[in-house]
């Protein structure tokens, strides 16, 4: 009998493309250009600054440089959560007061229904559906965190968020051994493909440059160098999140974390009704090495989790081929989830990397000394970030080049913010991978013991980190 992974399809980027199908590559630079502003990246931090940018301006000159196609980093291979959380907002509280943090997070649950307005308006459809996020505990200690994050989140400012016990949450997803879970309507579900492809056609509809197969090598003020040519603007925007290390003289800026996932055959009407999940909401759960999962349009289950965290040297995967070891790993949360779905077959796996800076908190930032600029750093939490980004790199170039003023973006407490460059090899390779060995045993601990109170070990290994 063969196993649930034989023939499982690994890497090709991701199981998003493997459905979508991957695209016709834009034409790479032929030589030196100019513009007004140029971009480097070519994922939704990129493409949606480009988009808002041109629509606030519409005769900006811009230009998006691409190493592979638009869409080829992790805005291709994600889970698909459309959600508020941001990276860092706890931070943000203790540096600039909870109001700051407060406004950030208002920010970002409009950011999920502005992504869906825009998605609307521009005729994408990349299978959105507003269910909410929903995450379960399933142990005690995972039970106490949920309680904890559910205040948290409530005391900023999250009016609409609700906790339930272990009936309601069964009412609404069969996950063996749910105790609990909250519920946050903030959130949707979306095909990352669909998305990014839409985006990347509207922004070329409205008149922005693309260009594809074409790596730039390095950033300097007013010109973002490549080997066909060099563009020379006056904003030189870096949007290239997980892949910003190979950029000269990024090497310890973010590291590049590495996310799995595995996308199952399609489930039989009767495997939907065993499990339930009638909302689609999209499904988190509360271990230190968490999980992520969608119900996907065409009836799958696609879910994630860490993996191999970090590669030495911040390499980065091969196209998304992706350990064995790791397809087993997530395979095993997926049956001890829905033991009922134990012999479904895993059809695809992939990885991507997402940048992570050394405090864990996103940044948005135009230096307007030199007219350079970035954003990410999201961590785990870029799909919806990204868009907030985007708006707010647009409203900095604005300000800056004396179009605009400030505004409600420019003034929140990501905006600017620095933080020191990660430790060099092989601290920084034995530090994550220490990090994760730590968050796994703290998991299994938590499981095994039954205990309510949270991991001493992986509070440590926060502290550590530099995650708290
Ligand atoms: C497996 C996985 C699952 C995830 N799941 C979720 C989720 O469910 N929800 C969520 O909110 N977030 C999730 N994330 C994170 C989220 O996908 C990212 O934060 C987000 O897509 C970042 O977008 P970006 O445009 O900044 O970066 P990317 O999408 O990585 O885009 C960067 C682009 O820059 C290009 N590039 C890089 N270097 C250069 C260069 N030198 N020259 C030219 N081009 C270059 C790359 O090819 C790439 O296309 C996940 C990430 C991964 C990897």
Not at 4 to 28: H, K, Q
Not at 131 to 151: D, N, S
Not at 264 to 290: F, K, N, V
Request: hydrophobic letters at 40%.
């Amino acid at each position: 009998m063969s196993s649930p992974t034989s023939g499982v399809v690994n890497g090709g980027i991701s199981f998003w493309y493997a459905d979508d199908g991957l695209p016709a590559v834009r034409e790479p630079l032929a030589g030196d250009a100019s513009a007004d502003v140029a971009i480097v990246g070519g994922g939704y931090t990129g493409l949606w600054t480009a988009y808002y940018l041109k629509k606030a301006a519409p005769f900006l000159r811009i230009t998006v440089l691409e190493q592979k196609f638009c869409g080829y980093g992790a805005s291709g291979r994600n889970g698909g959560w459309l959600y508020n959380g941001i990276a860092g907002r706890d931070r943000y509280a203790r540096l600039h007061g909870r109001e700051a943090a407060v406004r950030l997070q208002r920010a970002m649950n409009d950011t999920v229904d502005e992504v869906i307005r825009v998605a609307e308006a521009e005729a994408i459809d990349a299978d959105l559906h507003k269910g909410g996020v929903l995450e379960v505990a399933c142990t005690p200690a995972q039970a106490a965190r949920l309680r904890a994050f559910h205040e948290a989140e409530l005391a900023f400012g999250e009016k609409d968020r609700e906790l339930y016990g272990a009936r309601e949450t069964a009412e609404r997803i069969r996950v063996a051994d749910a105790v609990g879970s909250t519920w946050t309507p903030h959130g949707a579900r979306v095909h990352p493909v669909k998305l990014v492809k839409g985006l990347a056609a509207a922004v070329e509809g409205l008149g922005v440059t693309i260009h594809e197969s074409t790596p730039v090598t390095e950033i300097r003020p007013r010109h973002a160098v490549t080997p066909y040519g060099t563009v020379r603007a006056p904003y030189v925007l870096r949007c290239t999140e997980g892949f910003t290390a190979s950029l000269k003289g990024q090497k310890r800026t973010w590291l590049p974390m590495n996310s799995s996932m595995i996308a199952t055959e399609p489930l039989t009407g009767a495997q939907w009704e065993s499990i339930g999940w009638a909302g689609r909401q999209t499904l988190g759960d509360m271990a230190h090495a968490y999980m992520y999962a969608q119900r996907t349009a065409d009836g799958r289950i696609a879910l994630g989790g860490r993996g191999v965290p970090y590669r030495f040297g911040s390499r980065t995967d091969n196209d998304g081929t992706t350990q064995a070891a790791t397809v087993e790993a997530l395979r095993e949360i997926l049956v001890r989830f829905f033991p009922a779905l134990a012999g479904l077959r895993i059809e695809h796996a992939w990885s991507g990397v997402l940048g992570v800076p050394r405090d864990w908190c996103a940044t948005v930032t135009l230096d307007r000394s030199t007219g350079l600029g970035w954003a990410g750093g999201y961590v785990g939490s870029g799909v919806a970030t990204a868009n907030l980004a985007a708006r707010t790199l647009r409203d900095l170039v604005q300000l800056d080049s004396g179009q605009g003023g400030r505004t409600d973006l420019t003034d929140l407490p990501w905006v600017g913010h620095r933080v020191r460059k990660w430790e060099p090899e092989p601290l920084r390779w034995l530090g994550v991978q220490g990090m994760y060995a730590v968050y796994r045993e703290a998991d299994r601990r938590e499981r095994t013991s039954h205990g309510t109170t949270s991991s001493r070990l992986a509070r440590a290994a926060d502290r550590v980190a530099g995650r708290h």
